[in-house]
């Protein structure tokens, strides 16, 4: 299904009801309103102007839309703030984060949980069994423009309790941290500070615990939020909208709190600022469509973070905070569209029905033109609409054979203690995507401790820290299982485990890594492995093991070690050298990986295939003999698709 | 004419008479003095000692030379910030801008502006009448080191009253400004902050309006100067010295209350650090000349300023600002002078006289070496003065063939809201005037508005903001007028314009922008025009007309629209290509564009024709036959020129 | 002798005599301990454990190791800076310096003054005659992470007492500066500020003098120390262990107070991390050796900053802190002893024991890992204590034939006004000590005033500010003598010579330098020299004298000027002429310069020459027919070395 994002609030009230009906001849079935309208609900403390959207809502409804309705939270009032400037947010160079823009508060501020809770019901009494409203968003973006970490006085406080209560005893902390070294002991609790502006790094389990901290007072914040709309809106969903990789929380451990995961879909300013890092040529080349597995990445990431899931904001035309924004390649905002359903989404909500010819996202593109008129996106979500008209209701998503096991807090870690400036946890994850998305492969995002038996293959980029749960639910799979480098390097406190890494894991593999290197730029070692010579450079280790290695460095120390099903990489790989492996792996699970045209992407849902071409060149779909096509043809034109079924 | 700036105060009175002496000897006619030299006027809180700067005047007034005195607020003594904190400036980071250089203040500061009459006053009144002082500097070069700008309380409260005064009411600012969106209405002006340290992008009305803001106060802190200089010194003029590219105030107003615009010509200093962007090729190929459009970009643009102006401070030497500070290739001082003088300087005057062995600017040449020997520049001036002696009077300057349509709003449209990384206003107006150059055409720069009824052709880089007064004065033009892109496209509010870009412009062209793309670096479009293919990269406009393209992209899409006289690029151009369009439109103006050698640049003045040879080969000049030399001949050595009657 | 560095306080007390065992075992003499340990030592305000302690120093005494005891004043617990918060530093920016790492105070806190003479009194009076305690080392790495400059009240309070007792009368100061320029005087020595945080650059004589005062406040401190250590425990020495190039302080003048200079030696992190600047290509190719002069460069300056000098940590693995941190090539932890040993060194002690698994540095490897099994280092080491028992005591070093005269002051002078940014001293003494290691020849860091008599030739890559008695020890000397660029171009004052530079050097060589030029990378002068044109950058003088030039510039100009024994060189040499020029002064000095397999080093120590291979080819040694092999022989393997008598 089909949706759109709309803010009534900038546009005249006459205009509403030719909106509405648009919107319903476009094929839409979802708006979403309201989420930034806290100034127009409440102008002054106390006065609630809720007429305008009583009837915003009655005129949507009527015209046979579903309302979305948004908490207000991501933009407090500036009368709010001018009270209560302790709402606001400290960067980590100690400057407070001021009014004029939005995510102007701290999860940590007490007068702005209490302000939030106040505003939510109020919301949520009013609209709470409104037959229009469908359902619920909570703020906007949470963690937007770096909002998740905030080092105010507030965020001391609350970081401070925090700790008491994870750890009762200042001594437990003082040993987990290892604070013996360079005298870092406290006495109490209410001697720690916050991690930074130290003179050289912070103990890195004091930043770990402050990350850990940060993604709770997320999820906390939000939890609050939704115990208010359940209780006065039953039967109503809660979702929220996620952004592209943002790792400053914990996705999964929110979203256990909600119905739906939304996320916000933007496949070319997300190649341009490298939300997933592209080289140079792949952002000239994909500048106007998008890495192929931008999108892509996310909508598995985010299915796995939650089975019900959303597009909410889908780019429909050039953006205005990337570096550059070109206009996507026509065909795009269709391709991007189908492309989301394939992945499973249950809904593709447009941002937005009409640009809006001011402020700060006036050069973001609708729908609709600032001159009322219908831009190209108008047209692509109405083909898209009208092919979904004909194509019935689609069949429902299995799981991919294969599963990447994601964590959060591997990205914390990573990026406290890199090691080798270019050890990045996304990196690496990208890269393990990358390849099998390249061999054809589906991809389930799970998190640590998921039950993996669905799964016929599962790679583990890296995970640093292997609780009980994620070790058993390892240890219970018996298909091919790849590690990853400084899987189970890691404590729970950031520290070494006594005996080495790869730490619990040494329950599936019999080795010990005795020693990393992070290699510069430039510096190339080389491992011998299916009959090819394969450059290793980032990151290498060497393991003591009884196992005989199944790949060796130049000097002869062992890279690649299988155990049973387990094989484990003990470097950073190149992704050419992934692709050959997982290939390799893939068969070994009975699953048939392909060698897919550059910029051709294929995804599964039930029988149906679909095949999204990237490249400026048309391709042929990889389609068995007799495949019936249900859109399109053998031959994908650029920027179009195929679906068949094989 | 020639000057020279004086410092009395770095040395020994008893060399005063000598310096005079030897200043006349070498031909100058005036000497600026005092600029800097507060602390030595008034030591102590409202003791003065003026006995030396009255020698000071009388020894250089009774040599024959004519004193352009400063006044001394550029750098307030330290007693008076100790006194007075709230003097100094606030950076955008929120850091105070201390005491220990110089351009300590805040154009907002109250306590300074009363400070800055009460000296100018008593300056005004004790030598505003004397037959020596010819005329008056005002502070020294008003916005370097970034001091436009401030950012603390006092700037605060200024600027509310500065919106007040401007808006009135504020649900009109919240109109204007778009405040709905993201929830940032205000309730009155009290609530509005400034614009910077927001958490993510501030409105970008919001900083229009704080960069207009912050342009009146410098200009109405000239102001005050100047009023106290015309009550109480009749007959004198008053200059101010103006930098290199400084868009951050509007130099075409500020200018209104001057009698001469000066600027400080650095030619050396401006290549290396980019105040007009120069390729690596061209910081080496021109690191001993200065790239050969960058002191005459900054005439042309000056003489628009104010018809009177002067280069107040001329390079003489190395510096000791720029990241490189080479020696002028030999010759340079001469060519350098000679250039300003046939751009239609009434004075070049040369900075400074001697080289002082202290402080921050140690470095910097003068015409003499700190052991009072004569350095380089003083033989190249001295040239130059024997030269105009030999010439007698220079012709006067008509204006030239080809206006430039200036705008420094424009220059804070596009850094506010670039869209693109790369479309930088200076950038585009610097490639308009290089193609123009290289085509031999003399250009004069002008503000929105000005009378284009001189010229025989117009080129507008871009207008964004399109008032009456401007609209009117390109309606009324009829040669070749050539618009670029952006023009039209925002509102006074920073908005787009209902009827979309280019807005008012719609009068002359009957087009529409509907869609704009910025292209990453790499990314290249391209179009056919004039049998040629050219590459576009950068921006690029999608236009909606009745009007057949003149050019079309690859894609089809219209590139160049040609409506009667008026031509609008859709897309930024390149260089090559500006060069050949503009060659076009100018023959359709009955001009005859020539395409010089590398390095040569022409300029007239009244009949006579100046040839520059920046470049290290001789070049020859494209003088008629029988052309009548006055200076040189038809072969221009390396670092020289030729003047020649055509 | 070898040692290491010890930390019993990370590991149980039942460990203590074991480890002891095995340290002796091993063949090691010393053993640091305590210098972070203050936490430990005071847990709380006035409360004591000081068993732990007696226990650790007795039970490694009793195994037979000498201890060296740190001051544990780099790290003061949390609770003191939580009583006195301006213990702390403030940065350049104004933010304070927190808690939470180390170094975390600013050396001119009278509070912490008095709170570091009270704990190391204490300690001093209970371990001061400790039969066991060798010596002492006072705090830790004076310096790291940029602190020893600090901009809060106390270093301005602190700043002005300098001040005042240095120049007496206020208007001295504002002569010797130069402060009528841009109105910078003050009345009082209570007018001064900090030189940070200026609306542009602070006068650099401003600057200068804080540098020379924050370079005292640390030798004070330290002396403060020494003075406690010598009173309470006669007859032991004591040790600093200063860093990699540190420039910010003057270790000729602080070690003065100490008997044995410490280093850490970390070639690898050095090389990565341009603590001397290697090529992207070095840094590759010597990833994992470190660059070959890296260690020997700073072997060499501390043995001139002390005669008795120590290596008081080694690098033994991949350490933490490097943007990229490899593995050593197999054998470098050996080969990194034995230089040390060739360069003089007494003692070459390990850091550190044992890797320790949690906190900042839990990825710097040990001798041992944190599994208790012996690292890859610990049988490096082994092999050195072997060896060195097999080959007796070490025959003494002699002063080498070449004197570099290095300058603290020299590195501050050109870092507060490089007026090219090219021009670092520390590259241009880097290049020096190359260049003439390259040529196999031994050199010894000497300070300038230094007797010069010991030497063949002497190098002085640049002194700007030449005081008296250095100018006597050049006059004094006869053989070669090397003047860089910018010599004697700057009076104490910061300001340049009445005479023009060189100033003071125009007793050794008649000439002036009228004029200087900075170039930007990519202009490249020539000069002819020795029948060979060489490229000049970066920087070059203009010369008047009498003298004829032994090289000139493409333009005639004078590059190389020779008077007597003394060479000047009029610009910025690149390494390869270095070479040539140095190798030609070197056999005019009857040296007999070689030219040395790339990665191949000698030092000489009495009769032995030690020959390093740092390259990962085999190298044949130039020993003499019938030399004798103490160790290795005429064939080097990669990262090996052999010993001879010539």
Redesign the interface.
Known sequence: MLGVCY?P??WPCERWAEDARRMRELGLTYVRIGE?????IE??PGRFTWAWLDEAIETLGQAGLRVVLGT?TA?????LV?RHPDIL?VDK????????????YSFSSRVYREEARRIVTLLAQRYGQNPHVAGWQTDNEYG??D?TRSYGPEDLRAFREWLQARYKDIDALNEA???????????SFE?I?L?N??????????WLEFYRFSSEQVASFNRMQVEILRAHSPGRFVVHNFMGYTPDFDHFKLAQDLDIAGWDSYPLGFT?MDVLPCT?EE??RY?RTGHPDMAAFHHDLYRGVKPRWWVMEQQP??V?WA?????PAPGMVRLWTWEALAHGAEVVSYFRWR?????????H?GLN???F?P??GFFEAKQVAEELQNLGSLPPSGPAPVALVFDYEADWVFSI?P???EFVYRDLVWRFYQALRRLGLDVDFVSPGADLSPYRMVVVPSLPIVREAALRALQAFTGPLILGPRSGSKTE????????PPGPLQELLPL?V???????P??WESLEWGGKTWAVGVWRE?VESRLVPEARFADGKGALYRDGNCLYLAFWPELEFLQACLAQQARAAGLSPQTLPEGLRLRRRGPWVFAFNYSPEPCLVPAPEGARFLLGGREVAPYNLSVFKG
Chains 1, 2, 3 share one sequence.
């Open positions: 803010y609030e900038h930034f309208a806290w100034s127009r102008p002054e207000p933009t407090p009032p500036k009368w001018d947010a160079e100690g400057r407070v984060r001021g009014f004029g823009s939005r995510r102007h937007c423009h909002t941290w290892g604070n013996v070294f360079w005298s870092m002991e406290y006495r001697e500070g991690p502006q130290t003179v050289t790094e912070a103990n890195p389990a004091h341009d140079e952002k000239i500048a035309g050039p205005n570096h550059h924004n070109p206009s640009q809006f010819p001011k402020a700060q996202e006036q050069f593109a033109r600032p001159d008129e831009d190209v203690q090691q080798g400036k406190s950031l520290g070494i485990p006594p005996s080495l010990k005795v020693r990393v290197e992070s290699l510069p430039g510096l060497w």
